[in-house]
């Protein structure tokens, strides 16, 4: 017996005020500081910045959302020498190196304490000093002598300008902005594998629906015999709204003997 639409209605209007009334809509620094005790009653965490949501059923805290998102981040590259008065701007926090110690431009941070201004010594003073300003929305991680990770705090996509005035070859901010970011719970991965029929093989095409509009991540094809020995597929993957298809068109065509795994983002 098929339930009432409007019954349903009422019954996702309940839930949706019992939701409310028993979750905390709080940042992810926020949560991370909470002390629970075992025996509090269950609710749910709503994290504003990341998007997040938790549960914590008595006992313990569980992530109910599966995308756990992607830090943005830049590389600076440091090549050559630096020298003093240059700089290194990140999401408009301005540092400065002044190996001198003669002073730096107002509301810049002095980067100091370098015995020379060679790459080696040049990335490890300013990844320190950048590290030590917690309340920053990134921090930086010394790669090598020549290459300096930045990080965003936060998974996101921020798209944060970056920028120097670096004169030495070579160096600089593989980016203008901040890049690579994804904000959790977006997308999830999934994988489908299966044996084309026979028909499908007749037909040279293998379709596949989904309840969303597919991002391709990858298509691989094996024989079932074999697996984990891929074949050199090389048909065309065409979307078109929920569905994506496979086409025998090249030159290494799929068969009845082997399993196609169509991986995707959704």
Request: proline content about 3%.
């Amino acid at each position: 017996m098929n339930t009432p639409l409007a019954t349903l209605q009422n019954a996702v209007q309940f839930a949706q005020s019992y939701f409310d009334k028993n979750s905390l809509k709080i940042t992810s620094s926020q949560r991370k500081s909470l002390s629970l005790k075992a025996g509090q009653d269950p609710f749910f965490i709503y994290e504003t910045d990341t998007k997040r949501i938790w549960f914590w059923n008595g006992l313990s805290m569980t992530l109910i959302t599966n995308d756990f998102g992607v830090c943005d981040i830049n590389v600076l590259r440091l090549a050559s020498n630096v020298a003093d008065t240059e700089t290194v701007t990140i999401d408009g926090t301005v540092f400065e190196y002044d190996r001198a110690n003669n002073g730096v431009v107002s509301g810049n941070i002095a980067v100091t304490g370098h015995a020379d201004d060679t790459p080696a010594n040049a990335s490890t003073v300013i990844v320190d000093k950048i590290n030590s300003l917690t309340s920053l929305g990134f921090s930086a991680i010394r790669l090598s002598a020549n290459e300096i990770l930045i990080v965003w705090k936060t998974p996101g996509v921020y798209a944060k300008a970056c920028s120097e005035t670096l004169a030495g070859v070579n160096n600089g901010f593989a980016s203008a902005t901040s890049f690579g970011g994804k904000n959790p719970g977006e997308k999830t991965e999934h994988s489908i594998a299966r044996v084309p029929n026979a028909q499908e093989v007749v037909l040279g095409n293998m379709h596949f629906l989904f309840d969303s509009t597919p991002t391709l991540l990858e298509v691989r094809v094996f024989v079932t015999a074999t697996p984990g020995v891929a074949k050199a597929w090389d048909g065309t993957i065409t979307i078109s709204g929920n569905r994506l298809t496979l086409d025998n068109t090249g030159g290494t065509d799929w068969a009845a003997t082997d399993t196609i795994v169509v991986t995707v983002l959704q």
